[in-house]
């Protein structure tokens, strides 16, 4: 059984040494993460940019582990982000486009989540950066790896705007959380939907839900390293102000993540390995020449 973790922010600092002094973001702790993801049969990890200043790290992770990657701008980093940020993308996504470990626009999308990011005027430049780079996406014929909390109709609206009538969309909607109805048009469009350590959590009963009556051909699995924890590396706030210490997510969680999707499916851990291998293969092609 191999597995893809489509979302991983491997360049992360929670991923950092502080012993360590290098120039460059390929550290003895990151390889040896990767190196013993590798052992659980993790063959892939797909590191997607948050803003162009990690942009070369996670081409250099790729590069590194034999991974692939992908550049956008994360509607958490927006507020700091410029018209120039786009144009640095635009750059470098035709510098790149034929770089074989490049594999998407990402991470874009949506977050009202965050109160000061759903009012006013970062609500607004969040979606014209949205918008944009799914245009910069359509212009380099990528698929693109999507952001979203409570914005899942807005990213709609967005990737159903841009696409017109001549556009066929692929990717993922990272860390889908919404209702059905929104599941069934993104997997209209074109998407499969990522599932990781939220799902693990029993009190996440609409998410469970999702997961076992969603198509099997809809799902891929992510970590979203070092966040979205699975249950059994989740401190609560009181457990981490009486000391114990927040479980670090990894690339290695991704083959127990998958243990819990298949038993709550009711299938074999062998049959949800080769689907979600094909789904993530449909989502982003040019991981199959990486294989």
Known sequence: MLWIDTH??????EFSHSAEQSFSVVSGLRTSLRDFAATQNVAKCIYPAVHPLNFHAVRELAQAYGDGYALGIHPLYVKDA?????ALLDAELALR??????????EI?????????????????????????LKLAKKYDLPVVVHVRQSADLLLKGLRDIAAQNYS?????????????QAAAFIKLGFKLGFGGAMTFERAL???????????DAIVLETDAPDMPPHWLYKTAAQREAGEPQGRNEPAQLPRIAQVLADLRGISTEALSQ???????AALPKIK???
């Open 82 to 86: 410029s018209e120039a940020d786009l």
């Open 206 to 216: 609409q998410l469970r839900h999702l997961a076992v009556t969603l198509p099997l």
């Open 8 to 13: 991983c922010h491997l360049d992360a600092a």
């Open 97 to 106: 486009v034929a770089d074989a470990r490049l594999v998407a626009v990402g």
């Open 109 to 133: 999308g949506l977050d009202f989540f965050v109160p000061e990011l759903k009012i006013g005027p970062l609500r607004a430049k969040q979606t014209h950066f949205y918008r944009e780079q």
């Open 169 to 181: 969309w692929r990717g993922i909607i990272h860390a889908f959380n919404g209702s059905e109805a």
């Open 289 to 291: 020449p990486l294989l």
């Open 275 to 281: 689907a979600v291998w094909a789904n993530s293969l």
